[in-house]
């Protein structure tokens, strides 16, 4: 299959042509990941956030463990209180690293 332009969703570079984001995704793995700090990717549709979210977990899941979550179907209820978003949290957890969702509860539980 011969690449083409994307201009409808995840851009794959296997598939698409697309910048090469080998630097980016190195610089946020040394200046965020490696150092344990929080990061956001904030721009407006079609500059490729998705895209550089899934090449990063895909850069990153030789070392770690890369899990993808969307907090979109969590409703309010759940955010009621720590508690409750933490059950909430630890039920989603569990599906995305296909762990029981007592073994999630365990580590939601004890702050870890």
């Known amino acids: 299959m011969r690449k083409y332009f994307n201009t ?3 851009c794959i570079p296997e598939k698409h042509y697309m910048v090469p984001l080998d630097d980016r995704l190195r610089q ?3 200046k965020y990941v490696e150092r344990g700090s929080y990061f956001i990717i904030n721009k407006g549709r079609q500059y490729g956030k998705t895209t550089t979210l899934r090449l990063l977990a895909r850069y990153l899941k030789p070392e770690y463990l890369v899990v993808s979550m969307d ?3 969590i409703g309010t209820e759940e955010f009621r209180n720590e508690a409750t978003f933490s059950r909430a949290f630890a039920k989603l957890f569990s599906r995305a690293a296909k762990i029981s969702d007592s073994e999630a509860e365990a580590v939601a539980g004890s702050g870890a």
Do not use: H, L, P
């Open 28 to 30: 946020i793995k040394e």
């Open 8 to 10: 409808e969703g995840v």
């Open 71 to 73: 907090f979109q179907g």
